[in-house]
């Protein structure tokens, strides 16, 4: 269900892009069993990715071009991965983004065994460090769209259409976020995907102010994304190590959290 209405919402948007979804459904002679069927798509061998200027536009266009139903961050039902992890709605992307990490941890450590370095690393990410970096989007005025992202956009779930050549995005866990959030696989070496593409992105839509914190935004993002392949693929102990490698920088670098932004916005 989460990803035939994932796909659904992003059909919506962005129509040539999105294999058409068709149809969900419990399987008459098995009903612990479920189906999705949705369009064929035709691609083009695996190890080819979409031009990167052509990628960013496909992914601008979802992003500029998407309105939540109620204002607000979430989706209707849990998607992220195969996780399953809450998408309930928050009125500010914090308490979205500070509640979906802390369930993405408490997911990591169930998998790979408790951590107490970690544990304390990700107590101090949530008080000191995402408010720090995510609540002056939506202090002094400013104002965040929830924006409806793909959610799992790393270079497996992108393709090439053989028929028209254009961009294909599927295998989507959507919810309405941050724009930026969809941009964190693009900071790792281990995708296909580069810094190129943030690149030609903010040449289409541009970085949330303060841009000065787009790269550690990216960054805290990015980390997210990295526990939750130590979550999916138990026998990889590398994603726990980098996750939190980025965790004691972005502690280190914050240690006055959001209150420290404030006194530093003061003085200038």
Same mark, same amino acid.
């Given at each position: 269900m989460g990803e035939y209405l994932s796909t659904k919402a992003l059909h919506a948007v962005i129509p040539d892009n999105v294999p058409r979804p068709i149809a969900l459904g419990v399987l008459a002679q098995a009903k612990s069993k479920?189906?999705?069927?949705?369009?064929?798509?035709?691609?083009?061998?695996?190890?080819?990715?979409?031009? !990167?200027?052509a990628l960013a536009s496909?992914?601008?266009? $979802? &992003?500029?071009?998407?309105?939540?139903? %109620?204002g607000k961050f979430g989706f209707q039902v849990p998607t992220s991965?195969?996780?399953?992890?809450?998408?309930?709605?928050?009125?500010?992307?914090?308490?979205?983004?500070?509640?979906?990490?802390?369930?993405?941890?408490?997911?990591e450590q169930e998998v790979q065994g408790a951590n107490e370095d970690l544990q304390l690393l990700a107590d101090e990410m949530c008080a000191k460090v995402i408010?720090?970096?995510?609540?002056?989007?939506? !202090?002094?005025?400013?104002?965040?769209?929830?924006?409806? $992202? &793909?959610?799992?956009?790393?270079?497996? %779930?992108?393709?090439?259409?053989?028929?028209?050549?254009?961009?294909?995005?599927?295998d989507c866990c959507a919810f309405y976020g941050h724009h930026e959030y969809d941009l964190g696989m693009f900071r790792a070496s281990?995708?296909?995907?580069?810094?190129?593409?943030?690149?030609?992105?903010?040449?289409?839509?541009?970085f949330s102010d303060p841009s000065e914190d787009f790269d550690d935004r990216n960054a805290l993002y990015a980390l997210r994304v990295d526990l939750e392949v130590s979550c999916g693929w138990p026998a990889n102990k590398r994603m726990r190590q980098l996750a939190m490698q980025e965790m004691k920088r972005l502690v280190e670098k914050y240690p006055?959290?959001?209150?420290?932004?404030?006194?530093?916005?003061?003085g200038s």
């Open positions: 479920y189906f999705f069927i949705a369009e064929f798509k035709d691609l083009k061998e695996d190890s080819e990715v979409p031009p !990167t200027q496909v992914i601008a266009n $979802l &992003h500029n071009n998407s309105v939540s139903p %109620n991965q195969s996780l399953q992890l809450g998408n309930t709605w928050c009125k500010t992307w914090e308490e979205f983004f500070v509640r979906a990490f802390r369930n993405t941890v408490k997911l408010p720090r970096l995510l609540r002056p989007m939506e !202090t002094a005025g400013r104002k965040l769209k929830p924006t409806l $992202l &793909h959610g799992d956009l790393w270079h497996g %779930n992108i393709g090439i259409d053989l028929v028209t050549d254009q961009v294909v995005l599927y281990r995708y296909r995907t580069s810094r190129a593409h943030i690149r030609a992105y903010n040449q289409l839509v541009g006055a959290g959001f209150e420290g932004w404030q006194e530093e916005e003061k």
